[in-house]
């Protein structure tokens, strides 16, 4: 049986707006699996993951109680999900993510196919992105997945527009040597 906050976003926002533990279950049930894959593209370990998916929700639940206003327009996954991002993002900065920073002209670099990525499964995808160093993989994920501009990640991540077209670059690479390794896309 679908429950009638499935149709409604607006009145399961009004509820966990005025604490009513139904509409804050709903929401946690809801969208709890999407939460956990946005952490597991930047976080290395499942226990890591889950303490960002924990703290995420918090800051969401937070949010939604004291300063998140919303009107019915957008979407109350999409803001948790910005939420999920930026708190995996001050995880990585906790553990002192380390960007390796270079001077090269990066539109002299020709594109890497990747068309292999259609032909995977998500699981697949996740997992070869998972292989990534952690630099490489917060900014594949952010340009790729969440499709922040270079200019953007740089700003968030607080290091230069080049180092992140460079780190692009590199984990397109090395995903490109992880696809190989699957026989059947060879």
Known sequence: MQHHYAKDEYKVYQDSRSGKPAAQQWLYAAYYPMVVAVCLRYIDTRSDAEEVVADSFIRFFDAVKDSFRYNGEGSLKAYLKKITVNQALMFLRK?????EEVEERHEQLADIDLDAL?????????KAVQQLP????TVFNMYVIEGYTH??????LQ?????????????KLQLQKILTRYERYV
């Open 95 to 99: 553990q002192r993510l380390v960007f």
């Open 118 to 126: 259609d032909q995977l499964a998500a699981k697949d995808i996740l």
């Open 134 to 137: 952690a630099g490489y993989r």
């Open 151 to 156: 200019a953007e990640i740089a700003d968030a």
């Open 159 to 171: 290091i230069a527009e080049a180092t992140s077209k460079t780190q692009l670059m590199k984990a």
